[in-house]
Structure formats: C-alpha cells, structure tokens
T-cell receptor
Framework: QQQVKQSPQSLIVQKGGISIINCAYE??????FPWYQQFPGKGPALLIA?????SEKKEGRFTISFNKSAKQFSLHIMDSQPGDSATYFC???????????????FGAGTQVVVTP | EAGVTQSPTHLIKTRGQQATLRCSPI?????VYWYQQALGLGLQFLLW???????NRGNFPPRFSGRQFPNYSSELNVNALLLGDSALYLC??????????????FGPGTRLTVL
C-alpha cells in the first residue's frame, strides 16, 4: 500500500529548464517531508526537507512547496543541469511518538533526465 | 570519514534459504535503518534500531528480522526466502538516535537475488 504517491514516474527536461515532481500523502500524522536524490549504484542522499509549519523551503536551485490542506508537496529543480539526472524520491515520516513513530514512507521515485 | 558500508555487495540464494545482510554505520552513529528497494516500488521501510533496540518496523512478515550489536553495526536476516524478496536492501545510519528528523546516510546496498 503506497501511502505516498509520487508523479511523474519519469521526466525529461532540457538544460536550464524546471523539473517539477509531485507527491501526495494520505496519513495526516506525517509531519516531516524529505526529498532524496539517488544516482545509479549509490544509496539515496538527503536533498532537502520540510516540516508542515512552512509552505516553502528553498536551498540553492531546489525548492519544496508544501500544501497541508491538500496533503501535497512538490520539488522544483530550477535551472536543471545534466548533473541533476538521477532518481528522486519523496518521503514522509511521523516525528511524534505514536505507533507510527519514526516510520518512513517513500514515494515510488521519479527518474529525471536532463538533456544538454 | 568512512560512510555506511554494507556486505556483501551481491547475494544469490535459492527459495527457502536464509539470507544474512550486514551493515556498518558511520562512526558515532547509533541508529540503523533497513529498507527494501524493489523495482518500481521505491523504498519500503523495514526496521529501525537504536542503541541496540528495535524501535519500529515496517509492514513486513516476521521472517524479516535483525539485530544491532554493541558496536552499533547491524544484521538483517531474511528467512524462508521467496522469489519476491529479490531486491536491493539499503542500510542507513544517523547520529541523533531518537530525534527522528535527523539526516540518514545511506550505504550502497546489497543486491539480493532469489532463484
């Protein structure tokens, strides 16, 4: 059961363009939303994360937009570069001490290809 | 500083056998997480260990088990292997224990193939 739904499955964008990946979640107990970047043959690496008390967080060319009422969040990659070509995963986690404390739910991933 | 290491890199087993996967966290990290990455399904949370105790587990059957040793390294055991257990198994470690918003650092994974 995929509690975090991610789209699109794949994305091709030209160098300099904007890549947008969307995620939707169901469990309102989630209160931490990170994005991970994974290159072939490597484990995922944390890219940027947000908590639901803010609607946007920006780090360099990467921005998370968060819509709590819609239970959606998205990753924007501005000025996309060929080196950004990777698989991106959204995730959601429960920080409060409940039965789901600490559990991570990941999206299925989006393969991004940035063409020169 | 050495990153998270996992062994073996590849593991081939037959149905019904047991598989043992190992993980060494970054020095100073006390929490270890295990994930299953099957094709097209993203990462599925398996287990979380901190200070030698299992803190939480994902929706996997009991034949997926593990432990954390006093040196904080960890072992994942999968019993009675099924073809569907074929996947990349990723280990991650973090330094802040029960502060569950801390950054997780992932290892390169163990590719388990069940024939």
């Amino acid at each position: 059961q995929q509690q975090v739904k991610q789209s699109p499955q794949s994305l091709i964008v030209q160098k300099g363009g904007i890549s947008i990946i969307n995620c939707a979640y169901e469990n309102t107990a989630f209160d931490y939303f990170p994005w991970y970047q994974q290159f072939p043959g490597k484990g995922p690496a944390l890219l940027i994360a947000i908590r639901p008390d803010v609607s946007e967080k920006k780090e360099g060319r990467f921005t998370i937009s968060f819509n709590k009422s819609a239970k959606q969040f998205s990753l924007h990659i501005m000025d996309s570069q060929p080196g950004d070509s990777a698989t991106y995963f959204c995730a959601a986690r429960v920080l409060r001490k409940t039965d789901s404390w600490g559990k991570f739910q990941f999206g299925a991933g989006t393969q991004v290809v940035v063409t020169p | 500083e050495a990153g998270v290491t996992q062994s073996p890199t590849h593991l081939i087993k037959t149905r019904g056998q047991q598989a043992t996967l190992r993980c060494s966290p970054i020095s100073g990290h006390t929490s270890v997480y295990w994930y299953q990455q099957a094709l097209g399904l993203g990462l599925q949370f398996l287990l979380w260990y901190d200070e030698g105790e299992e803190r939480n587990r994902g929706n996997f059957p009991p034949r997926f088990s593990g432990r954390q040793f006093p040196n904080y390294s960890s072992e994942l055991n999968v019993n009675a292997l099924l073809l569907g257990d074929s996947a990349l198994y990723l280990c991650a470690s973090s330094s802040m224990g029960l502060n569950v918003a801390d950054t997780q650092y992932f290892g390169p994974g163990t590719r388990l193939t069940v024939l």
